[in-house]
């Protein structure tokens, strides 16, 4: 079957966008529409120009009998600063306060639109870093782990409280709650990750860093390493913060739970976007 440029086109874009990161060959686009290399490479270079003017992304091309192209996420500052600013008007709302001045945050972790648009501008920071495997810990940052896992292409690892039987041998590990103070347990499958992995650290909420402390301790039992650790709210007042290099999209500076007053601004992403490795 033949197909039309403009049907090309649009398929061709569709199957780049669900495929980041990953290397498609030329032949697989020749032979997907039965078209000439060479209309294949005027297709793609309309679609690398679209995608970086709108902001979407980028082509890489990668020369050679084995090369191909690969798409890579790209959220500029221009198209992430509103996201953010809204995401914290959002935060602020006085009606999300709970008893003990936590914060419910629930309703915004379950909107996909949401959740998508935060794994993309997350995962953009990261699409120049080798990243096998993002972990988060169960069960609220999952959902923005896998919203960054799909546009970085890679694995979602969940450390849990308690060890599953259907989860087979697992390692386990003790660590104290950064803000609690208290001895806690993570535990992760053998099976789940493979020895040298690089890992992007995602998590919901961070407080004083002792989760992520405790994943990070968890890694070293699997000779695995963080290439970064990102998270969607931070608290800023906090005695002793356990993790000192993270990117974080939003930033809570102050809970007055007897007025009712939530204090958000923008977390530090925009000035540690272009930090590379952690």
């Not at 959902?143 to 799909?150: D, G, K, M, R, T």
């Given at each position: 079957m033949k197909f039309r440029r403009s049907e090309r086109l649009i398929d061709m874009t569709s199957y780049l966008l669900d495929h980041p990161r990953q290397l498609v060959?030329?032949?697989?686009f020749s032979e997907r529409y039965s078209s000439a290399k060479s209309s294949i490479s005027e297709d793609l270079a309309i679609v690398k120009e679209t995608f970086e003017q709108r902001g979407i992304g980028t082509l890489q091309t990668v020369p050679g009998a084995a090369g191909g192209v690969k798409f890579f996420v790209?959220?500029?500052d221009e198209e992430a600063r509103p996201f953010v600013n809204e995401l914290c008007s959002l935060i602020a709302h006085p009606d999300r306060l709970l008893p003990g001045g936590y914060l419910y945050l629930t309703d915004?972790?379950?909107?996909?639109a949401i959740v998508q648009k935060a794994g993309r501008i997350i995962a953009s920071a990261y699409v120049n870093t080798k990243i096998d495997v993002v972990m988060t810990v169960a069960t609220k940052g999952i959902?923005?782990?896998?919203?960054?896992?799909?546009q970085l292409n890679t694995p979602v690892v969940i450390v849990r409280r308690d060890s599953k039987v259907t989860e087979g041998p697992t390692v386990s590990i003790n660590y104290v709650s950064g803000s609690a103070k208290r001895i806690q347990t993570m535990v992760l499958s053998k099976r789940s990750l493979a020895e040298g992995s690089k890992v992007l650290v995602v998590d919901d909420f961070m407080k004083a860093g002792g989760t992520v402390m405790g994943m990070i301790s968890l890694l070293e039992e699997f000779n695995a390493q963080v290439a970064g650790i990102a998270v969607l709210v931070e608290a800023e007042k906090i005695e002793e913060r356990l993790v000192d290099e993270y990117k974080s999209l939003v930033k809570l500076t102050d809970v007055d739970v007897k007025e009712?007053?939530?204090?958000?601004?923008?977390?530090n992403y925009f000035k540690q976007k272009n930090g590379?490795?952690?």
């Open positions: 060959p030329l032949t697989f790209n959220v500029s915004i972790l379950g909107d996909p959902p923005l782990a896998y919203a960054v896992a799909s009712k007053r939530i204090q958000v601004t923008e977390g590379g490795v952690l």
